[in-house]
Structure formats: structure tokens, C-alpha cells
């Protein structure tokens, strides 16, 4: 059974700093990975999504890189935000159902102005 | 494009009632929509997977008896809370995956928070 799982659940950083967020998975058939963001008692909001054939993918500000063999994901974040403070989520999907989403438990990041 | 509503935001009831969410994608069509429930700090869990015209399949351990699943529209998916206690209460998000594109994609409701008194 796919777990996955964030590490750290929670982070605090001021506001400029350059931040990595890290997700791992114990399943290394995976189809894709997505990085999703979640302000408070908001829906999800996709960030990035990598296939399971690349290594990284970026947009603005954000790099997600992939190891599938190790069972590994970052989320770099550079020159952080208060408005990128929210709950980061990272999710596989894999095996017979590529579209089923399996979430990570989250890393609550807080960026101090 | 590809907004996904979520209707109710909030719902109170008391326990033993019933209650229904509304899942409706806006400006695509959606042959599959999913629904999860996120336990507060907790991360969402997939309940079950909604296709248009037939039953949903439902994660293990989620009751179906419990939680109706109805997918009558390739806009509008319904999760049916049935006779909702305490414990059902949670916040719980449905996602669509548009029928004409990528099979990765998933575009996520707002979410609906549940409270059963």
C-alpha cells in the first residue's frame, strides 16, 4: 500500500529565505507527482506536476524535483513570501489508477514578515 | 476556466439527519469527479471515485450505505451524508477530472465543512 509522507510538518521562516519542502513515498511505481497548495479551509490549488519519466519541473519561484527510484520529492521554494504561507501537499498517483490521488500529510509552512 | 463549485461551503445539522453536497464542475464536462475528506491537520483520503452514468467505487473502509455517491450529469456529482453523527464531521472535497484532456488532471472544489451536533 502507497504511503506517503512530509517532512516537515510545519515551518517557519522569514520573509526572503529560500526553503525546501520534502515529500517521500514508499511505492516507487508511481504515474506522476503532483505538488498542490492549500490556504486555510480553502480547496487544493496544483503547483506542479511531474510525470514519472522526468526529473523536475519548475514554475516562477517553485522547483519540484523527482527521484522515483528513491522514492523521493522537493518543492524549493526561493526568495519566500508571506503570501506563500499555506499548507503544501504533495500527491502520487499510481499502479492501475493513474488518476487516483494519494496524498501526503502535509507541511504547514509560515513565511514571517 | 476549469473552476470546480462546492455547494454548501458550511452545513450544520444535528445528528441522525441527512445531508447532501453538491459537487459541480462550471465550464468543462467531467466523466469522473472524486471525493475526500480531510480531518483537521490531517491530509485529504480518497472516499470513492464518481463516473457519470454508474456507481461510484468506493475506498476501502468508507461505508457506501453511508456516504451515497450520485454522478446523474457530466457537470454534477452528490455525496449523500446518511443518518450523519458526530464523527462525520470533517471537511470534504471533491475534485473533477475534465473528459476531454489529461487523465492526470484534477481540478479541486472549494470544500464543504460538515458539523453534526
Known amino acids: 500500500k502507497q504511503e506517503v509522507t512530509q517532512i516537515p510538518a510545519a515551518l517557519s521562516v522569514p520573509e526572503g529565505e529560500n526553503l525546501v519542502l520534502n515529500c517521500s513515498f514508499t511505492?516507487?511505481?508511481?504515474?506522476?507527482l503532483q505538488w498542490f497548495r492549500q490556504d486555510p479551509g480553502k480547496g487544493l490549488t496544483s503547483l506542479l506536476l511531474i510525470q514519472s519519466s522526468q526529473r523536475e519541473q519548475t514554475s516562477g519561484r517553485l522547483n519540484a524535483s523527482l527521484d522515483k527510484s528513491s522514492g523521493r520529492s522537493t518543492l524549493y521554494i526561493a526568495a519566500s513570501q508571506p503570501g506563500d504561507s499555506a499548507t503544501y501537499l504533495c500527491a502520487v498517483t499510481g499502479g492501475g489508477a493513474t488518476n487516483k490521488l494519494i496524498f501526503g500529510t502535509g507541511t504547514l509552512l509560515a513565511v514571517q514578515p | 476556466g476549469a473552476v470546480v463549485s462546492q455547494h454548501p461551503s458550511r452545513v450544520i445539522c444535528k445528528s441522525g439527519t441527512s445531508v447532501k453536497i453538491e459537487c459541480r464542475s462550471l465550464?468543462?464536462?467531467?466523466?469522473?469527479m472524486f471525493w475526500y475528506r480531510q480531518f483537521p491537520k490531517k491530509s485529504l483520503m480518497l472516499m470513492a471515485t464518481s463516473n457519470e452514468g454508474s456507481k461510484a467505487t468506493y475506498e476501502q473502509g468508507v461505508e457506501k450505505d453511508k456516504f451515497l455517491i450520485n454522478h446523474a450529469s457530466l457537470t454534477l456529482s452528490t455525496l449523500t451524508v446518511t443518518s450523519a453523527h458526530p464523527e462525520d464531521s470533517s471537511f470534504y472535497i471533491c475534485?473533477?477530472?475534465?473528459?476531454?484532456?489529461?487523465?492526470?488532471?484534477?481540478?479541486f472544489g472549494p470544500g464543504t465543512r460538515l458539523t453534526v451536533l
Open positions: 511505492d516507487s511505481a508511481i504515474y506522476n
Open positions: 465550464d468543462f464536462q467531467a466523466t469522473t
Open positions: 475534485s473533477a477530472s475534465p473528459t476531454s484532456g489529461s487523465p492526470d488532471t484534477q481540478y
